[in-house]
């Protein structure tokens, strides 16, 4: 009888999610502490992630799966892979979480360790992994897949940088959750192209204080949106500033 349940409950975990075809496999392991406080500020520059909009269902992507930082603000389905390791992983269960951070290979382990070069990893938040798996475990195998991101409010724009170098962090943006190209407009200037940075920090140089900026954002997901006048002229260097416009794809 109690093997009969487990299987009808692996059914209706996958009849809820969606088709096994669309999932990869990968690994997950966690870190952070207890309360996730140690995954705040992290490679892609969010910095304080519940004030960004990310909260604490967050993860570090390793390299294929971080692409260079053009991976930032993604979300991902994730369920513990049950077939496979049915003493570690919590049937039926499945967290969403955003990718803002880079687990790099530590080649120090044999192979560059689980985020090595090559492998799909997710160094998940504590409290995001033990969604999906006994904490006693410490890695599982998983199956994903990138999912469109949901987010409050609009996206946000916070203006770094000195003189004629801006540095522009890019927050709380749904639907593809990541940027592909991004470029900028003074009130008194035309369309500058705009470069990655690092992370979701997006860059250009050009001496724009004073002005009000728009922005043109294109999301990996093909969906272009123009942010008119979102920085007021008068702005300082430091301020973020948000939009009434969000992003489906």
Not at 228 to 242: I, K, L, N, R
Request: hydrophobic residues 35%; aromatic residues 14%.
């Amino acid at each position: 009888m109690g093997n009969i349940l487990l299987q009808l409950l692996a059914v209706v975990a996958f009849c809820i999610a969606p088709a096994r075809s669309d999932w990869l496999p990968g690994t997950a392991t966690f870190y952070g502490g207890a309360d996730g406080s140690g995954t705040m500020g992290g490679a892609c520059g969010y910095g304080n992630l519940y004030d960004q909009g990310y909260g604490i269902n967050n993860a570090a992507l390793s390299t294929p799966l971080f692409n260079d930082g053009a991976s930032c603000g993604q979300c991902y389905l994730i369920i513990c892979d049950y077939g496979k390791a049915p003493d570690w992983c919590k049937l039926g269960k499945a967290i969403t979480v955003t990718g803002t951070n880079y687990c790099p290979p530590n080649y120090d382990l044999p192979y560059g360790g689980w985020c090595n070069a090559t492998r799909p990893h997710f160094d998940m938040s504590q409290p995001a992994w033990e969604n999906i798996g006994i904490y006693s475990a410490g890695i599982v195998p998983i199956l994903y897949q990138q999912v469109k991101c949901w987010r409050y409010g609009g996206v946000r724009f916070t203006i770094n940088g000195f003189n004629y170098f801006e540095l522009v962090l890019v927050t709380n943006m749904a639907g593809s959750g990541s940027i592909v190209s991004m470029s900028v407009k003074g009130s008194c200037t035309g369309w500058i192209q705009m470069t990655r940075n690092w992370g979701a920090n997006w860059q250009c140089l050009a001496g724009l204080a004073g002005q009000a900026l728009s922005f043109n954002v294109t999301s990996t997901g093909g969906q272009t949106i123009v942010f008119d006048d979102a920085v007021p002229a008068g702005w300082s260097f430091g301020q973020t500033f948000s939009t009434y416009h969000q992003f489906d794809y």
